[in-house]
């Protein structure tokens, strides 16, 4: 196994500094970074394997891409409740919570008594954090049962009145991805998106209007359609 020394001498020459302004453009910011892309990073994981212990070195690292390997190699059996709140509450750009939430998360006991928890936060990237793990849980290699899946709505509906970037981005974006699993919760996702239109507020109707031209536009409707005769 490589030391944390040796792995930080192994970004440091992977580095690539005029990629910290793509990150800067993207809002990837508050980062001690050295400008690696994630087609360089995760390879790069994928040499050191799955390690709990040398996740929490590396997440204890100020690089960003210190903690980006950190959740790429993180184990999701190993990783604690109380991990997840020290990871999450030291979240400082969306990239971060959205690896946390899609990579990790969901594949723990206690995803959603976690998207419970932090859909009633305060802080930006902790609420983020609840409708991230949504998105992973409602992907579609998701065994997630539709059962499970409808939980979300009355969450989305309930916090659609946030008007901070990271949050409704985040609400919207869970709301499209269930909308586009199958065709009955694309049903029930519309219906959701049109009663959270008529709560006025701009943030809803922006969060609204944008997954309903996303939901009900002919290619969604299709492969939908499709997929549900075949």
Known sequence: MKTIKEILDDLYELADPKYISQMEYFGIRGAKALGIKNAVLKPYAKQLGKNHELAIELWNQPLHECKHLAILIAEHKKFSESNAEKWTSECYSWDLVDGIGMK????????????????????????????????????????????????????????SWDERNYVKKAVNWALRQIGKRSLNLNTQAIEVAERIKKQGSKPARWIASDALRELKSDKIQDRLSSEFSG
């Open 104 to 159: 990790i998360i969901p594949k723990t006991s206690y995803a959603y008594t976690k998207i419970y928890e932090w859909s009633k936060r305060e802080p930006e990237f902790e609420k983020r954090m609840a409708f991230a793990t949504m998105v992973g849980l409602t992907l579609k290699g998701s065994k997630q049962p539709y059962e499970k899946i409808v939980e979300f709505f009355p969450i989305i509906e309930r916090e």
